[in-house]
């Protein structure tokens, strides 16, 4: 038996070997971790007993998960470019000054991605994870129920009032709605089911008010209904969506800056019961004037004690200048070159995606499409989902081609 048919029988092995344990100790550190995030983002006790140890909970994660994977499966030139590269953003923060621990935005998604693509886990092991996601669903659409106008308002007058922000709930509903869809497809494949549930989103959304999930939402919706026969058969095409939408989100400072600058929209004109421009103009604006004074911050970003707006947020509003600001040009650049790279991955020798795999494309358009107007590629509890899509997309691919 030479070299690969051992690597095959190997493999074949593994997946078999897992497919009959009940559950696996890395499958029960996902689970609990997917749980956390969907709490913490819909209810509002969960939010603030956990806020301040989050990001200790989610190390602690990191560490069980890799522990459970025993053996790190990486060839030495990716260990080499993974070390190269968190070196390169600790250099960054230690200038800029945002402190280490921000390094856990990047450790935490390619801990997520990592376990996917090595462990060889069952196809159940996914089909649970659909089930966690539709009592995710449930609960952010109780959720969008709640105190969203209170949310708004209190916002408005520059108030603090004791709620989850809406727009969170809102990357929860789209997020879990397009895995509910994948379980109906795989139990029932009933058309009514589906599309009543993608009516049930956009209303939820639509009480949320937040205008970036629903435009996202619409967006998805439509590539589903025009594009997906075309990104299943041609990695081209779904580059190409991938290259459009971050080329656009990117864009869309200066756009929504030129506009408020300009006059050609007033500052009072409203969009779904919400002034158009929320402040994010005076953020942008200041990035800009900052980085006139202060052209080493290309390099290495601006940093977290950078006073971009008087609230004292360090929120840019914008998942790609968050990233930038938060790590440099240079790390935004690599960033921008592993999303391609992980969508490529996707696809196998014979050139095509699943069903599954184009869900997993979809939930990484809508977080892409959601980065015009939130830092959703730096916020921890929504990393778990752009992860998750990646992870099983590409683990799709392996599993299919080692069987």
């Known amino acids: 038996m030479n070299r690969a048919n051992t690597r095959k029988a190997y493999v074949s092995e593994r ?38 140890y989050y990001t200790y909970i989610i190390w602690i994660i990191i560490i069980l998960m890799l522990a459970c994977g025993k053996i790190l499966r990486y060839s030495g030139l990716k260990i080499l470019g993974l070390v190269a590269f968190i070196g390169m953003n600790i250099a960054a923060i230690l200038v800029n000054g945002s402190g280490v621990g921000v390094i856990i935005f990047f450790i935490w998604p390619l801990c997520i991605i990592y376990m996917f693509k090595n462990l060889h886990l069952p196809d159940s ?16 659409i109780i ?8 949310y708004f308002e209190a916002l408005e007058k520059n108030m603090y009032i004791e709620a989850i922000n809406p ?21 029932t494949k009933s058309k009514f089911q589906k599309i009543l549930v993608y009516l049930l989103s ?10 970036t999930s629903l435009i996202a939402f619409l967006a998805i919706l439509m590539v589903e209904l025009i594009l997906k026969k075309k990104v299943e058969k041609s990695k081209k095409w779904a580059l190409l969506l991938v290259a459009i939408i971050i080329a656009a989100g990117i864009i869309f400072p ?17 969009f779904l019961g919400k002034r158009l421009f929320t402040g994010r103009q005076y953020i ?22 950078t006073e971009l707006y008087s609230r004292g947020s360090f929120n840019l509003h914008n998942a790609y200048l968050m990233i930038f600001a938060q790590y440099g040009l240079p790390t935004l650049l690599v960033y921008l070159a592993y999303i391609f790279h992980s969508t490529a991955s996707m696809y196998g ?27 959703v590629l730096t916020y921890m509890p929504n990393l778990i989902f752009i992860a998750m899509a990646i992870g099983i997309g590409c683990r799709e691919r392996l599993e299919v081609a080692y069987r």
């Open 202 to 211: 956009f209303t939820a959304l639509y009480w949320t008010r937040s205008r």
């Open 125 to 140: 092991y996914i089909g649970r994870i659909n089930v966690l996601m539709m009592a995710g669903w449930i609960l952010a």
């Open 167 to 187: 727009n969170t709930i809102a990357i929860i509903i789209v997020t879990t709605c397009l895995f509910l869809g994948l379980y109906i497809d795989s139990k």
């Open 254 to 270: 200066f756009i929504y800056v030129g506009l408020y600058t300009s006059g050609v929209v007033t500052y009072d004109t409203q």
């Open 349 to 375: 020798k014979s050139g095509r995606i699943s069903d599954l795999q184009f869900k997993c494309y979809q939930t990484l358009l809508y977080v892409l499409i959601v980065g015009f107007g939130e830092t």
């Open 15 to 52: 997946i078999c070997g897992n497919q009959r344990r009940i559950f696996s100790p890395s499958e029960l550190i996902f689970y609990l971790a997917l749980m956390m995030d969907i709490a913490f983002s819909v209810f509002y006790p969960v939010y603030t007993a956990l806020h301040d």
């Open 284 to 305: 942008w604006i200041n990035l800009w004037n900052y980085l006139q004074n202060n052209y080493g911050a290309f390099i290495w970003g601006v940093g977290y004690n």
């Open 143 to 150: 959720g969008s129920l709640r105190y969203t106008d209170a």
